[in-house]
């Protein structure tokens, strides 16, 4: 499933699974606000603590797994949720 990057809120509460809306601060992806490829369901991925952003905005991956409390478990790579 491709991830489908939008800007704003009102953008993300009308997306469908796999949408991802990056949070910026200073010029810097802090945290990524997405609807959850398995349930649709938001989650915030934060980037500070627990992953690392590679390949934003053109073809961005993470660089270990989210999972979500739905029981879907998934890698972002290179724009695609696997």
Known sequence: ???????TWD????????AVMACIREDEVVSLVARCPGCGEM???DLEDQFK???FPTLPTLDAPVRHSCGWSG????GVWK
């Open 75 to 78: 890698k972002l790579t290179n």
């Open 43 to 45: 989650t915030t991925i």
């Open 53 to 55: 952003l590679t390949g």
């Open 1 to 7: 499933m491709n991830a489908t990057f939008v800007e």
């Open 11 to 18: 953008e993300l509460d009308a997306a469908e699974r796999g």
